[in-house]
């Protein structure tokens, strides 16, 4: 089994910044991709931006610009970096990971951006 444990959401005033953190830990054998998810009350979970073993990046139309997606393959852990935030960001913010060929989502954390 493998786990993933977000971290890094909060509170924020509109063109503050946060880091979100994902540490994928338990039975890994393999990593391929990486990525952010989000989900705002009343809508459907949409892609944010992932990030494969390679460091190909793919961001959601949205963010490109102010997101910025890393990863730590050492330490299994993949990172977003959200600068200009407004309160259209506003959503629960998921980890998901292609690990060992299956996915893997996380428990998911709150980022709450105030105007």
């Known amino acids: 089994q493998v786990q993933l444990v977000e971290s890094g959401g909060g509170l924020v005033q509109a063109g503050g910044s946060l880091r979100l953190s994902c540490a994928a830990s338990?039975?890994?054998?393999?990593?391929?991709?990486m990525g952010w998810y989000r989900q705002a009350p009343g809508k459907q979970r949409e892609l944010v931006a992932t990030?494969?073993?390679?460091?190909?990046?793919n961001y959601a139309d949205s963010v490109k610009g102010r997101f910025t997606i890393s990863r730590d393959n050492a330490k299994n852990t993949v990172y977003l970096q959200m600068n200009s935030l407004t309160p259209g960001d506003t959503a629960v913010y998921y980890c998901?990971?292609?690990?060992?060929?299956?996915?893997?989502w996380g428990q998911g954390t709150q980022v709450t951006v105030s105007s």
């Open positions: 998901r990971c292609y690990c060992n060929a299956r996915l893997y």
């Open positions: 338990g039975s890994i054998f393999n990593i391929n991709a």
């Open positions: 990030i494969t073993s390679g460091g190909n990046t």
